[in-house]
């Protein structure tokens, strides 16, 4: 699976927009990029994927660029409950090689 | 939908003795699952795979006679950890995906094992 680049941290103002970016430049064309979350001792928290369109969900939203080569996951309306180490994953969807490997992921930190 | 669960969610035991842990998948069949470790201030480890009625694949660098993984029906995979020692201490997260329908993995809340 290609590698992701994400900053270490970020943080953002309570009722803010949260933009988590991410960078893949050596995704495959049959490479997904999923959106992880893990609150402190818990899971991780399935957020949302997408191949190549924009995907939206209850949760967040998923913008990817038009080459494909990074993204960017948006919370709409940060909450304290937010706070998270955020993972950006690409992997393809089927087949042997489709376990997800997680990298260091950025820790979003909301502010009241 | 989609829920994993694990069981214990935490344990202490004695260096030397074995410890299973559970995971099942609540609401859907998983044909995989996958079982990751995931120590203090580092990020999560994928330790095997696991297929519904065959042998579980393990990751580079991972004893598949210590860490005994069983995944007999398409709800039930057990990972147990034998002879257990103080540097087994972590937390364990295991992860299943929906059957047939996507690639998407979901996790169980985790189970923190602690080795005296």
């Known amino acids: 699976d290609a590698k992701t680049t994400q900053p270490t941290s970020m943080d953002c103002a309570e009722g803010r927009a949260a933009n988590l970016p991410c960078n893949h430049s050596t995704i495959s064309g049959n490479e997904y990029v999923y959106w992880y979350r893990q609150i402190h001792s818990q899971g991780p928290q399935y957020i949302i994927h997408?191949?190549?369109n924009n995907e939206t969900n209850e949760m967040a939203s998923l913008i990817i660029t038009e080459d494909r080569k990074s993204s960017t996951l948006i919370l709409p309306h940060a909450t304290l409950r937010d706070t998270a180490v955020y993972y950006c994953?690409?992997?393809?969807?089927?087949?042997?090689?489709?376990?997800?490997?997680f990298g260091k992921g950025i820790t979003l930190s909301v502010r009241p | 939908g989609a829920v994993v669960s694990q069981h214990p969610s935490w344990v202490i035991c004695k260096s030397g003795t074995s410890v299973k842990i559970e995971c099942r998948s609540l609401?859907?069949?998983?044909?995989?699952m996958f079982w990751y470790r995931q120590f203090p201030k580092q990020s999560l480890m994928l330790m095997a795979t696991?297929?519904?009625?065959?042998?579980?694949?393990?990751e580079q660098g991972v004893e598949k006679d210590k860490f005994l993984i069983n995944h007999a029906s398409l709800t039930l995979s057990t990972l147990t950890v034998t002879s257990a020692h103080p540097e087994d201490s972590s937390f364990y997260i295991c992860?299943?995906?929906?059957?047939?329908?996507?690639?998407?993995?979901?996790f169980g809340p985790g189970t923190r094992l602690l080795v005296l």
């Open positions: 997408g191949l190549k």
């Open positions: 609401d859907f069949q998983a044909t995989t």
């Open positions: 992860s299943a995906r929906i059957y047939a329908i996507s690639g998407t993995q979901y």
């Open positions: 696991s297929n519904e009625g065959s042998k579980a694949t393990y």
């Open positions: 994953i690409v992997r393809v969807i089927t087949g042997a090689n489709s376990k997800l490997t």
